[in-house]
C-alpha cells in the first residue's frame, strides 16, 4: 500500500525558515515527480513546487519563486520543501503528492499524504 507521511509544519513567525518532509512508502517513486500543494482556509488547493524524478527539473509557483527549494532523495524515498521568508499568505495545509510528470494540476497526482499545517503570523 502506498503511503505518503508529510511533516515539519508550525506555527512561525513573518521571514522566519522551514523546512518540510514527506516520507514515501510502499513502493520506488525514483521515476515519478513529486510535489507539494497547501490549501488556505476558504480557498482551493493550489500548486507549490515539483521535482522530478532525477532531483534537476524543478517546477515553481510564481508567489513562491526565489523563497522556496524543491529537493528530494530517491535513495529515502523522501522530498522536502525548504521555505525561506515566510509570509502570512504562505499560511495553510501542505500537502506532498507523486505524480508523473512537472504539472501544476493537482488532477495529475496520483498519491497524496494527509498534509501538515504550517502557520505564518504577521
Known amino acids: 500500500q502506498v503511503q505518503l507521511i508529510d511533516s515539519g509544519g508550525g506555527l512561525m513567525q513573518a521571514g522566519a525558515s522551514l523546512r518540510l518532509s514527506c516520507a514515501a512508502s510502499?513502493?520506488?517513486?525514483?521515476?515519478?515527480?513529486m510535489g507539494w500543494f497547501r490549501q488556505a482556509p476558504g480557498k482551493e488547493r493550489e500548486f507549490v513546487a515539483a521535482?522530478?524524478?532525477?532531483?534537476?527539473?524543478?517546477l515553481y509557483a510564481d508567489s513562491v519563486k526565489g523563497r522556496f527549494t524543491i529537493s528530494r532523495d530517491n535513495a529515502k524515498n523522501t522530498v522536502y520543501l525548504q521555505m525561506n521568508s515566510l509570509k502570512p499568505e504562505d499560511t495553510g495545509i501542505y500537502y506532498c503528492?507523486?505524480?508523473?510528470?512537472?504539472?501544476?494540476?493537482?488532477?495529475?497526482?496520483?498519491?497524496w499524504g494527509p498534509g501538515t499545517q504550517v502557520t505564518v503570523s504577521s
Open positions: 503528492a507523486v505524480g508523473s510528470g512537472l504539472y501544476k494540476n493537482p488532477a495529475t497526482y496520483d498519491y
Open positions: 510502499g513502493r520506488t517513486f525514483s521515476s515519478y515527480a
Open positions: 521535482v522530478r524524478w532525477n532531483g534537476i527539473l524543478t
